[in-house]
Protein backbone atom coordinates (compact mmCIF):
# COMPACT_ATOMS: atom_id res chain seq x y z
CA UNK A 1 0.00 0.00 0.00
CA UNK A 2 1.23 3.43 -0.75
CA UNK A 3 1.70 5.96 2.02
CA UNK A 4 -0.83 8.22 2.45
CA UNK A 5 -4.08 8.71 4.36
CA UNK A 6 -6.79 6.37 2.76
CA UNK A 7 -9.63 8.69 1.96
CA UNK A 8 -6.48 10.33 -0.72
CA UNK A 9 -5.73 6.70 -1.56
CA UNK A 10 -9.25 6.72 -2.77
CA UNK A 11 -9.99 10.00 -4.41
CA UNK A 12 -10.01 10.24 -8.34
CA UNK A 13 -7.50 12.69 -9.22
CA UNK A 14 -9.53 15.85 -11.59
CA UNK A 15 -10.47 14.59 -15.53
CA UNK A 16 -10.04 17.49 -17.47
CA UNK A 17 -11.63 17.35 -21.12
CA UNK A 18 -10.12 15.95 -23.68
CA UNK A 19 -8.08 18.14 -25.72
CA UNK A 20 -7.77 18.81 -30.01
CA UNK A 21 -4.70 17.14 -30.14
CA UNK A 22 -6.00 13.34 -27.91
CA UNK A 23 -8.49 13.38 -30.66
CA UNK A 24 -6.65 13.96 -33.63
CA UNK A 25 -4.36 11.12 -31.91
CA UNK A 26 -7.39 8.76 -31.46
CA UNK A 27 -9.39 9.34 -34.56
CA UNK A 28 -6.73 10.51 -36.99
CA UNK A 29 -9.26 13.90 -37.26
CA UNK A 30 -7.58 17.04 -38.90
CA UNK A 31 -8.44 20.43 -36.81
CA UNK A 32 -10.89 18.84 -33.93
CA UNK A 33 -12.96 21.74 -32.58
CA UNK A 34 -12.51 21.97 -28.53
CA UNK A 35 -16.11 22.79 -26.98
CA UNK A 36 -15.80 20.76 -23.86
CA UNK A 37 -13.19 23.12 -21.03
CA UNK A 38 -15.37 26.20 -21.53
CA UNK A 39 -12.83 28.04 -22.46
CA UNK A 40 -13.06 32.07 -24.42
CA UNK A 41 -12.70 30.13 -28.64
CA UNK A 42 -11.05 33.69 -29.25
CA UNK A 43 -7.17 34.56 -28.50
CA UNK A 44 -6.26 37.26 -25.81
CA UNK A 45 -6.46 40.82 -27.34
CA UNK A 46 -2.83 42.31 -28.78
CA UNK A 47 -2.48 44.16 -26.04
CA UNK A 48 -2.62 41.83 -23.70
CA UNK A 49 -0.39 39.81 -25.38
CA UNK A 50 2.23 42.86 -26.01
CA UNK A 51 1.91 42.94 -21.90
CA UNK A 52 2.70 39.54 -21.34
CA UNK A 53 5.75 39.88 -23.42
CA UNK A 54 7.19 42.77 -21.56
CA UNK A 55 6.31 40.72 -18.01
CA UNK A 56 7.84 37.72 -20.12
CA UNK A 57 11.20 39.82 -20.04
CA UNK A 58 11.26 39.75 -16.34
CA UNK A 59 10.17 36.37 -15.77
CA UNK A 60 13.76 35.41 -13.75
CA UNK A 61 12.53 37.64 -11.07
CA UNK A 62 9.29 36.56 -8.86
CA UNK A 63 5.82 38.36 -9.38
CA UNK A 64 4.65 40.82 -6.91
CA UNK A 65 3.29 38.58 -3.64
CA UNK A 66 -0.91 39.22 -3.91
CA UNK A 67 -0.53 41.11 -6.80
CA UNK A 68 -1.18 44.61 -5.74
CA UNK A 69 -1.44 46.85 -8.77
CA UNK A 70 -4.23 44.21 -9.60
CA UNK A 71 -5.91 44.13 -6.45
CA UNK A 72 -5.95 48.04 -6.64
CA UNK A 73 -7.78 47.95 -10.40
CA UNK A 74 -10.58 45.28 -9.07
CA UNK A 75 -11.02 47.18 -6.37
CA UNK A 76 -11.82 50.95 -7.83
CA UNK A 77 -14.12 48.58 -10.02
CA UNK A 78 -16.02 46.74 -7.20
CA UNK A 79 -15.87 49.98 -4.19
CA UNK A 80 -14.44 48.10 -2.08
CA UNK A 81 -10.65 48.38 -0.76
CA UNK A 82 -7.63 46.51 -1.69
CA UNK A 83 -7.27 44.67 0.86
CA UNK A 84 -10.30 43.31 0.60
CA UNK A 85 -9.05 41.45 -2.37
CA UNK A 86 -6.84 37.81 -3.32
CA UNK A 87 -5.69 37.08 -6.56
CA UNK A 88 -4.74 33.07 -7.04
CA UNK A 89 -4.10 30.84 -9.63
CA UNK A 90 -7.29 30.78 -11.12
CA UNK A 91 -10.29 31.00 -8.86
CA UNK A 92 -10.07 27.79 -8.15
CA UNK A 93 -6.80 28.14 -6.28
CA UNK A 94 -8.50 30.14 -3.65
CA UNK A 95 -11.43 27.63 -3.86
CA UNK A 96 -8.81 25.18 -2.23
CA UNK A 97 -7.36 27.31 0.53
CA UNK A 98 -10.37 28.98 1.52
CA UNK A 99 -11.39 25.38 2.25
CA UNK A 100 -8.23 24.11 3.31
CA UNK A 101 -8.32 26.92 5.97
CA UNK A 102 -11.50 25.60 7.38
CA UNK A 103 -12.38 21.75 6.58
CA UNK A 104 -11.26 19.34 8.24
CA UNK A 105 -11.82 15.32 8.99
CA UNK A 106 -15.60 14.69 9.35
CA UNK A 107 -16.58 18.46 8.61
CA UNK A 108 -19.39 18.88 5.74
CA UNK A 109 -19.65 21.21 3.13
CA UNK A 110 -22.81 21.74 1.36
CA UNK A 111 -23.16 22.57 -2.75
CA UNK A 112 -25.30 21.48 -6.03
CA UNK A 113 -25.45 18.64 -7.51
CA UNK A 114 -24.57 18.53 -10.34
CA UNK A 115 -22.11 21.33 -10.08
CA UNK A 116 -18.10 21.96 -10.37
CA UNK A 117 -16.80 18.43 -9.20
CA UNK A 118 -14.40 20.03 -7.43
CA UNK A 119 -16.57 21.42 -4.76
CA UNK A 120 -16.93 17.19 -3.94
CA UNK A 121 -13.12 16.33 -4.68
CA UNK A 122 -11.56 19.34 -2.71
CA UNK A 123 -13.81 18.34 0.31
CA UNK A 124 -13.09 14.46 0.23
CA UNK A 125 -9.63 15.38 -0.41
CA UNK A 126 -9.57 17.33 3.18
CA UNK A 127 -11.17 14.38 4.85
CA UNK A 128 -14.65 16.08 4.79
CA UNK A 129 -17.94 15.09 4.09
CA UNK A 130 -19.70 16.49 0.39
CA UNK A 131 -23.82 17.27 1.11
CA UNK A 132 -24.83 17.66 -2.44
CA UNK A 133 -28.33 19.32 -2.45
CA UNK A 134 -30.05 18.95 -6.23
CA UNK A 135 -30.57 21.59 -7.97
CA UNK A 136 -33.90 23.19 -9.34
CA UNK A 137 -34.42 23.95 -12.77
CA UNK A 138 -30.92 23.69 -13.43
CA UNK A 139 -29.89 26.38 -10.47
CA UNK A 140 -29.05 25.75 -6.64
CA UNK A 141 -32.22 25.94 -4.49
CA UNK A 142 -30.89 27.84 -1.70
CA UNK A 143 -34.07 27.09 0.95
CA UNK A 144 -33.27 23.18 0.46
CA UNK A 145 -28.68 24.33 0.45
CA UNK A 146 -29.69 26.10 4.03
CA UNK A 147 -31.75 23.10 4.99
CA UNK A 148 -28.82 20.34 4.21
CA UNK A 149 -26.76 22.69 7.18
CA UNK A 150 -26.11 20.97 10.29
CA UNK A 151 -24.17 21.39 13.33
CA UNK A 152 -20.97 20.35 11.05
CA UNK A 153 -21.46 22.25 8.69
CA UNK A 154 -18.44 24.42 7.83
CA UNK A 155 -18.49 25.49 4.38
CA UNK A 156 -21.41 26.25 1.96
CA UNK A 157 -20.38 26.81 -1.90
CA UNK A 158 -23.17 28.35 -4.14
CA UNK A 159 -21.95 28.86 -8.09
CA UNK A 160 -24.33 30.84 -10.23
CA UNK A 161 -24.38 30.85 -13.25
CA UNK A 162 -23.66 27.18 -12.22
CA UNK A 163 -21.46 24.88 -13.89
CA UNK A 164 -22.48 22.82 -15.98
CA UNK A 165 -26.46 23.73 -15.90
CA UNK A 166 -25.84 27.48 -16.49
CA UNK A 167 -28.48 28.04 -14.26
CA UNK A 168 -28.87 31.34 -11.84
CA UNK A 169 -30.03 32.53 -8.70
CA UNK A 170 -32.45 35.40 -7.72
CA UNK A 171 -30.26 37.99 -5.31
CA UNK A 172 -33.25 37.72 -2.87
CA UNK A 173 -32.86 33.72 -2.83
CA UNK A 174 -28.96 34.83 -1.89
CA UNK A 175 -29.83 37.74 0.83
CA UNK A 176 -32.27 35.24 2.86
CA UNK A 177 -29.48 32.53 2.45
CA UNK A 178 -26.49 34.67 3.93
CA UNK A 179 -29.63 36.08 6.68
CA UNK A 180 -29.99 32.62 8.25
CA UNK A 181 -26.69 30.90 8.26
CA UNK A 182 -24.96 31.32 11.05
CA UNK A 183 -21.54 33.32 10.63
CA UNK A 184 -19.23 30.24 12.02
CA UNK A 185 -20.59 28.72 8.38
CA UNK A 186 -17.91 29.88 5.40
CA UNK A 187 -20.46 31.08 2.07
CA UNK A 188 -18.46 31.11 -1.00
CA UNK A 189 -19.91 32.66 -3.85
CA UNK A 190 -18.76 31.04 -7.03
CA UNK A 191 -18.97 33.72 -10.02
CA UNK A 192 -16.53 32.19 -12.39
CA UNK A 193 -19.64 33.05 -15.54
CA UNK A 194 -21.19 36.09 -13.99
CA UNK A 195 -19.93 38.31 -16.99
CA UNK A 196 -22.34 35.95 -19.15
CA UNK A 197 -25.72 36.95 -17.75
CA UNK A 198 -27.72 39.39 -19.95
CA UNK A 199 -30.85 40.99 -19.08
CA UNK A 200 -31.27 38.90 -15.98
CA UNK A 201 -30.77 40.65 -12.16
CA UNK A 202 -27.19 39.12 -10.55
CA UNK A 203 -26.75 39.76 -6.64
CA UNK A 204 -24.85 42.68 -5.55
CA UNK A 205 -21.89 41.04 -4.06
CA UNK A 206 -19.72 43.60 -3.19
CA UNK A 207 -22.92 44.84 -0.96
CA UNK A 208 -23.41 41.25 0.56
CA UNK A 209 -19.64 41.23 1.58
CA UNK A 210 -19.68 44.09 3.21
CA UNK A 211 -22.91 42.99 5.25
CA UNK A 212 -21.06 39.63 5.96
CA UNK A 213 -17.83 39.03 7.44
CA UNK A 214 -18.48 34.97 6.43
CA UNK A 215 -18.74 35.53 2.79
CA UNK A 216 -16.30 35.03 0.02
CA UNK A 217 -16.96 35.85 -3.54
CA UNK A 218 -14.65 34.26 -6.24
CA UNK A 219 -14.54 35.37 -9.84
CA UNK A 220 -11.85 34.89 -12.59
CA UNK A 221 -10.41 35.77 -15.81
CA UNK A 222 -10.34 32.56 -17.45
CA UNK A 223 -13.98 32.70 -19.06
CA UNK A 224 -15.49 35.94 -20.43
CA UNK A 225 -11.43 36.93 -20.36
CA UNK A 226 -9.94 34.61 -22.34
CA UNK A 227 -7.11 33.83 -19.79
CA UNK A 228 -7.61 30.22 -18.95
CA UNK A 229 -4.26 29.33 -20.01
CA UNK A 230 -2.10 32.04 -17.63
CA UNK A 231 -4.52 30.86 -14.78
CA UNK A 232 -5.33 33.98 -12.35
CA UNK A 233 -8.87 34.69 -10.87
CA UNK A 234 -9.46 36.71 -7.74
CA UNK A 235 -11.73 36.63 -4.39
CA UNK A 236 -13.07 39.38 -2.38
CA UNK A 237 -14.13 39.28 1.38
CA UNK A 238 -13.46 41.17 4.62
CA UNK A 239 -9.85 41.55 6.01
CA UNK A 240 -10.92 39.17 8.60
CA UNK A 241 -11.85 36.26 6.20
CA UNK A 242 -9.04 37.08 4.19
CA UNK A 243 -6.39 37.24 6.70
CA UNK A 244 -7.40 33.93 7.91
CA UNK A 245 -7.10 32.61 3.82
CA UNK A 246 -3.30 34.08 3.77
CA UNK A 247 -2.26 31.54 5.98
CA UNK A 248 -3.21 28.73 3.39
CA UNK A 249 -2.67 30.33 -0.18
CA UNK A 250 0.49 28.87 -1.83
CA UNK A 251 3.32 32.07 -2.57
CA UNK A 252 3.51 33.46 -5.74
CA UNK A 253 0.75 31.16 -6.75
CA UNK A 254 -0.23 34.18 -9.75
CA UNK A 255 2.63 34.89 -12.62
CA UNK A 256 4.49 37.98 -13.28
CA UNK A 257 2.70 37.13 -16.65
CA UNK A 258 -0.76 36.39 -15.22
CA UNK A 259 -0.84 39.42 -13.55
CA UNK A 260 -0.08 41.94 -16.46
CA UNK A 261 -2.37 40.19 -18.59
CA UNK A 262 -5.55 40.93 -16.39
CA UNK A 263 -4.25 44.03 -16.03
CA UNK A 264 -4.35 44.67 -19.57
CA UNK A 265 -7.55 42.83 -19.56
CA UNK A 266 -9.01 45.79 -17.10
CA UNK A 267 -7.95 48.80 -20.36
CA UNK A 268 -11.07 50.23 -21.49
CA UNK A 269 -10.01 49.37 -25.14
CA UNK A 270 -10.00 45.57 -23.76
CA UNK A 271 -13.43 46.14 -21.85
CA UNK A 272 -15.21 47.25 -24.89
CA UNK A 273 -13.95 44.20 -26.68
CA UNK A 274 -15.05 42.25 -23.70
CA UNK A 275 -18.72 43.35 -24.03
CA UNK A 276 -18.72 42.68 -27.99
CA UNK A 277 -17.19 39.01 -27.33
CA UNK A 278 -19.98 38.59 -24.76
CA UNK A 279 -22.82 39.42 -26.86
CA UNK A 280 -21.11 37.07 -29.44
CA UNK A 281 -21.39 33.86 -26.60
CA UNK A 282 -24.84 34.70 -25.80
CA UNK A 283 -26.04 34.90 -29.33
CA UNK A 284 -24.80 31.66 -30.46
CA UNK A 285 -25.79 30.12 -26.92
CA UNK A 286 -28.99 30.83 -28.44
CA UNK A 287 -28.35 29.33 -31.67
CA UNK A 288 -27.03 25.92 -29.38
CA UNK A 289 -30.38 26.12 -27.45
CA UNK A 290 -32.54 25.93 -30.40
CA UNK A 291 -30.56 23.27 -32.26
CA UNK A 292 -30.62 20.99 -28.79
CA UNK A 293 -34.53 21.74 -28.78
CA UNK A 294 -35.34 20.99 -32.46
CA UNK A 295 -33.46 17.59 -31.95
CA UNK A 296 -35.96 17.05 -28.81
CA UNK A 297 -33.65 17.79 -26.29
CA UNK A 298 -34.10 19.61 -23.30
CA UNK A 299 -31.45 22.01 -22.65
CA UNK A 300 -31.54 23.80 -19.59
CA UNK A 301 -31.45 27.79 -19.76
CA UNK A 302 -28.26 28.83 -19.43
CA UNK A 303 -26.69 32.03 -18.25
CA UNK A 304 -22.76 30.88 -18.92
CA UNK A 305 -21.32 29.89 -21.85
CA UNK A 306 -21.97 26.77 -22.07
CA UNK A 307 -25.02 24.55 -22.76
CA UNK A 308 -26.29 21.76 -20.83
CA UNK A 309 -28.88 18.78 -21.47
CA UNK A 310 -30.06 15.95 -19.73
CA UNK A 311 -29.49 12.35 -21.70
CA UNK A 312 -30.43 9.93 -19.44
CA UNK A 313 -28.06 6.55 -19.08
CA UNK A 314 -25.91 8.35 -23.43
CA UNK A 315 -23.96 11.03 -21.96
CA UNK A 316 -20.79 8.80 -22.83
CA UNK A 317 -21.70 7.47 -25.62
CA UNK A 318 -23.22 10.81 -27.28
CA UNK A 319 -19.98 12.80 -26.20
CA UNK A 320 -17.79 9.72 -27.53
CA UNK A 321 -19.67 10.17 -31.34
CA UNK A 322 -19.20 13.09 -31.58
CA UNK A 323 -15.26 12.94 -30.35
CA UNK A 324 -15.41 10.65 -33.57
CA UNK A 325 -16.31 12.84 -35.70
CA UNK A 326 -14.11 15.89 -34.69
CA UNK A 327 -16.11 17.94 -32.05
CA UNK A 328 -15.50 17.47 -28.45
CA UNK A 329 -17.87 17.81 -26.20
CA UNK A 330 -18.12 17.27 -22.32
CA UNK A 331 -19.93 14.50 -20.91
CA UNK A 332 -20.92 15.14 -17.36
CA UNK A 333 -21.36 11.92 -15.97
CA UNK A 334 -23.42 9.21 -17.55
CA UNK A 335 -27.09 11.36 -17.67
CA UNK A 336 -26.08 14.64 -19.22
CA UNK A 337 -23.60 16.31 -21.60
CA UNK A 338 -22.21 19.84 -21.88
CA UNK A 339 -21.59 21.94 -24.92
CA UNK A 340 -18.98 25.05 -24.55
CA UNK A 341 -20.24 28.10 -26.62
CA UNK A 342 -17.68 28.43 -29.50
CA UNK A 343 -16.98 30.46 -32.70
CA UNK A 344 -20.29 30.45 -35.51
CA UNK A 345 -18.13 28.33 -37.65
CA UNK A 346 -17.40 25.61 -34.60
CA UNK A 347 -20.57 26.32 -33.47
CA UNK A 348 -21.87 25.03 -37.08
CA UNK A 349 -19.96 22.20 -37.01
CA UNK A 350 -21.76 20.95 -33.81
CA UNK A 351 -25.29 22.07 -34.92
CA UNK A 352 -24.19 20.36 -38.07
CA UNK A 353 -23.27 16.63 -36.39
CA UNK A 354 -26.15 16.95 -33.93
CA UNK A 355 -28.96 16.82 -37.01
CA UNK A 356 -27.21 13.74 -37.47
CA UNK A 357 -26.82 12.19 -34.14
CA UNK A 358 -29.12 8.94 -34.02
CA UNK A 359 -31.43 8.05 -31.33
CA UNK A 360 -29.22 6.07 -29.38
CA UNK A 361 -26.03 7.55 -30.19
Not at 36 to 41: D, I, L, Q
Not at 114 to 121: G, K
Not at 214 to 230: D, E, I, M, P, Q
Request: overall charge negative; proline content about 7%.
Amino acid sequence: MLPGRDHLIALDPYSPGRSAEQIAEAWGIDEPVELASNESPHPPLPSVIAAVAAAAAKANRYPKEDAPELRAELGRRLEVPGNWLTVGCGSLDLLQGALLATVGEGDEVVSGRPSFPEYERITRMLGGDPVLVPLLDGAYDLGAVAAAVTSRTRAVVVCTPNNPTGGIIRPEALDRLMAVLDERVLVILDEAYREFVVGREVPDSAALVRNHPNLLVLRTFSKAYGLAGLRVGYGFAQPSLLQLLAKTRLVFSCSRLAQAAALASLAPEAQAELTARVAGVTEERTRLVAGLTTKGFAPTESHGNSVWWPTPGDGQRIATWFEQRGVIVRATGPDSVRVTVGTRDEDDRFLALLEELPTSA
